[in-house]
């Protein structure tokens, strides 16, 4: 039984739209860590002091005092270590969105395997300091993990399909006796 085109292709478009997804937080991510890489061997504490002010902040706001004072422990080794984790972390996304544009098997159990460990962390998050983004990004992760798996056992039934009936339809050979 031959799948729907309707159904391949409204997977096709669904599949483009989580690649372009994944393509852009992998992009955002490369060029948050290429930003970053401009703070190594730089007062980062004096930085960030220039654009509060710059930005008009009040200087002495509790949430401004508490973020400067974290600013002001960071290490050139931690942020090296920061820039690290983010360039693999864009990777693994480019990887993925590039992987499902061409429409590679390997990327769909890559974006489940990846997308579905954050799912974990995203469920603390929000329970721990609810926002609607934090939810809406939870529910869109959960949907691409659900999608790619649906999709993953329709292949697997359309190939299981497609084996029995070239078996059914090869003639049987007839042993030759002497």
Known sequence: ????????????????????????????????????????????DEKVREWVRLMHFNMEGRHIVRFLAHVDHVTDQQLKEWIGITFAVSGV???????????QQWAKYLVIAATSSFVPIEIYETHRNFSWMKLAVLFVNIAIVAFLGIILAHEKKRAQQLAASTVATQPRATPISA
């Open 93 to 103: 996304f480019i990887a993925e969105g590039v992987g499902l544009l061409l429409r």
């Open 1 to 44: 039984m031959e799948p729907s085109p309707i159904d391949t292709d409204k997977e096709a478009r669904y599949l483009r739209w989580i690649a372009i997804y994944n393509l852009s937080k992998g992009i955002l991510l490369c060029l948050l860590a290429i930003g970053l890489l401009g703070f190594l061997h730089q007062d980062l």
